[in-house]
């Protein structure tokens, strides 16, 4: 069976860290594009950072640049979201999703969620004081 399950959510004081994971069971991460997306009270879901251990290569948003870091760990069929830094406008819903077709980039800036393969049902992160 097939699943991605979010963890490591919670609140947390502007400043401060919190790291995301994202547990595959039924597929290989390495062998998957992985996105970290989020979506905030009435806005429009955006991708986050997105990341493949097929090609190497990573995506970052400019608003979590220099912040946030991706990675994997195949061995556990996990990747992880470090979010440092956090501020109040990185509250919302983040989910993690897997596709076999799309590189990163171009992953973390499509719009069309409902065509990746496989995605989890979300972890709420809140930055408050």
């Known amino acids: 069976q097939v699943q991605l399950v979010e963890s490591g959510g919670g609140l947390v004081q502007p400043g401060g860290s919190l790291r995301l994971s994202c547990g595959a069971s039924?597929?290989?991460?390495?062998?998957?594009?992985i996105g970290w997306f989020r979506q905030a009270p009435g806005r429009e879901r955006e991708g986050v950072s997105c990341?493949?251990?097929?090609?190497?290569?990573?995506y970052y948003a400019d608003s979590v640049k220099g912040r946030f870091t991706i990675s994997s760990d195949s061995a556990n069929n996990t990747v992880f979201l470090q979010m440092n830094s956090l501020k109040p406008e990185d509250t919302a819903v983040y989910y993690c999703?897997?596709?076999?077709?799309?590189?990163?980039?171009?992953?973390?800036?499509?719009?069309?969620?409902?065509?990746?393969?496989?995605w989890g049902k979300g972890t709420l992160v809140t930055v408050s004081s």
């Open positions: 990341t493949s251990d097929r090609d190497g290569s990573t």
């Open positions: 999703a897997a596709d076999f077709t799309l590189i990163p980039k171009a992953m973390c800036n499509s719009r069309s969620y409902s065509g990746m393969d496989y």
């Open positions: 039924g597929f290989a991460v390495d062998l998957f594009t």
